[in-house]
């Protein structure tokens, strides 16, 4: 037995239609009340038409679908209003929804039933909060490979074959007298965690990919000031955003700009000229260029060709080096003056933003795959959460296979099988702290 919650499941504004879902034990009870057909003979999974009353008077016409538990979202009763849209008729179905006795569904509370019923896991419910947010083509297949539970197959498969190892040491330790059986068993030990190690290792290796995807490549034009930051920028996103002179110290704060190379999102910010300076402003704009590698996935270092290198140039060289970066020449049209040498190890892309910058797309393509990645089968991992479980699920399967070696006790390896076998449970939402779900389902937008 439980509430009957409702909310408004479509967007709050002007539209022709606005869906209003019903959940819970008195689903089908509460609509009937303000319904002016009778509900309760209907078949489930119909669709009956008809009007929301409030004492004598039509508030609506409407359409009400009704869903009989189990088989819904929620595995509960669910009943959904289609009725006029715009914000005056929603809301008063929604009133007197609330003052027949459902109360107010609080965010993604719909999904987190659905998760608590068992209708779906955890990354499913996860992906389901991506799909909605999917604003690119890409996200949207992360997302729906999410849903349709790619992952969660491959974890569920990793338990099922952890749970048929432990049985076999069950058997080892009520029979200890049959060595031979310890010893296939110690084999089903070793491979099991060379298996876990590579196909995590594998998830957790395109997850990269998976963020990259969903979040898109932050990017960095980083450089002294007057090299063509700016100018590069605007190439970039084709508008001239940032304003470019011959002045150096003009770009003082950042400026964001975004495109779209194979289908994923570069956010590219354009940054104060890197120099030692003593008015305050461009300081805090230098300083905050700085601070902004650490959290880039990508560097574009830009240099003049037509000067030669000063110091903060090749302290910017320093800087960045650990990061993954493309270093750029600009200014090409003009004599250059640049020592090559210091950059021999490098790629470099030489260029002059007063023409094109197709050449430094066509490298941010190459440096990251994009082409690849546009057309591999999208099931990776893509929110943090996941991707720390599965980091401690490699750790503790490379300890169990350590364990292993130095002839540890099998019914040892008994608990160390089970603790990887509850960091899978937790990826998948099988054991769960409920702290951590509360948070994660007020995330959801209402009405989900
Ligand atoms: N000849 C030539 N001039 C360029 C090129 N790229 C940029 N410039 C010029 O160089 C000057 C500085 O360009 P910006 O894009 O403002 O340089 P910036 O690195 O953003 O400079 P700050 O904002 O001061 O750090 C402008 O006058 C541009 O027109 C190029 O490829 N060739
Ligand atoms: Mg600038």
Not at 157 to 170: C, G, P, Q, S
Not at 402 to 420: G, H, Q, R, T, Y
Request: glycine share 4%; aromatic share 4%.
């Amino acid at each position: 037995m439980t509430d009957t919650i409702c909310a408004i499941s479509t967007a709050v504004g002007i539209g022709a239609i606005s869906i209003i879902r019903v959940s819970g034990t008195d689903a089908i009870e509460i609509v009937n009340k303000i319904f002016d057909k009778d509900l309760s003979k209907k078949e489930s999974h119909t669709i009956n038409y008809g009007h929301i009353m409030e004492d004598n008077n039509i508030i609506d016409e409407v359409m009400v679908s009704i869903m009989k538990a189990p088989k819904t979202f929620t595995k509960e009763d669910v009943v959904e209003i289609n009725c006029h849209g715009g914000i005056a008729t929603t809301n008063k179905v929604l009133e007197l929804l609330l003052i027949n006795g459902a109360r107010l569904a609080e965010p993604g509370e719909f999904t987190k039933r659905a998760f608590l019923n068992g209708r779906i896991d955890l990354i499913e419910a996860e992906s389901i909060m991506d799909l909605i947010n999917s604003e690119t083509e890409n996200s949207r297949k992360l997302a729906i490979n999410g849903i349709e539970g790619k992952i969660s197959k491959l974890i569920k498969d990793i338990i099922n074959k952890l749970i048929m190892v432990n049985a076999n040491i069950e058997v080892n330790i009520d029979y200890p007298e049959y060595d031979d059986i310890e010893i296939i068993t110690k084999k089903e030990i070793e491979d099991i965690s060379i298996y876990i190690n590579k196909e995590l290792s594998k998830l957790l290796y395109e997850s990269e990919n998976g963020k990259l995807i969903k979040e898109g490549i932050n990017t960095l034009i980083l450089g002294r000031p007057n090299v063509g930051k700016s100018s590069i920028l605007n190439k970039l996103i084709d508008e001239d955003k940032a304003i470019v002179t011959d002045i150096a110290g003009t770009t003082r704060d950042i400026v964001e700009g975004q495109i779209r190379i194979n289908g994923i999102l570069l956010n590219v910010i354009d940054t104060a000229g890197i120099r030692k300076t003593d008015d305050i402003v461009e300081k805090i704009g230098v300083e905050k260029s700085i601070k902004l590698i650490e959290e880039a996935n990508l560097i574009i270092l830009v240099f003049n060709n037509n000067e030669i290198l000063t110091s903060e140039d090749k302290e910017l060289l320093e800087k960045t080096k650990d990061k993954k970066r493309i270093i750029v020449i600009n200014k090409m049209d003009l004599e250059s003056k640049i020592d090559f040498n210091v950059f021999k190890d490098e790629n470099i892309i030489k260029l002059s933003a007063i023409e094109d910058v197709e050449e430094l797309k066509k490298e941010v393509s190459d440096i990251f795959k994009l082409n690849e990645l546009n057309n591999k089968d999208f099931t990776y991992l893509s929110n943090s959460r996941q991707i720390s479980l599965v980091k401690k699920a490699i750790e503790q399967a490379k300890n169990l296979a350590k364990a292993l070696k130095v002839d540890v006790p099998i019914d040892i390896l008994e608990i160390d099988i089970k603790e990887i076998c509850e960091t899978l449970n937790e990826i998948i939402g099988e054991s769960y702290d409920e702290k951590l779900i509360d948070t994660l389902f007020s995330n959801f937008c209402l009405g989900k």
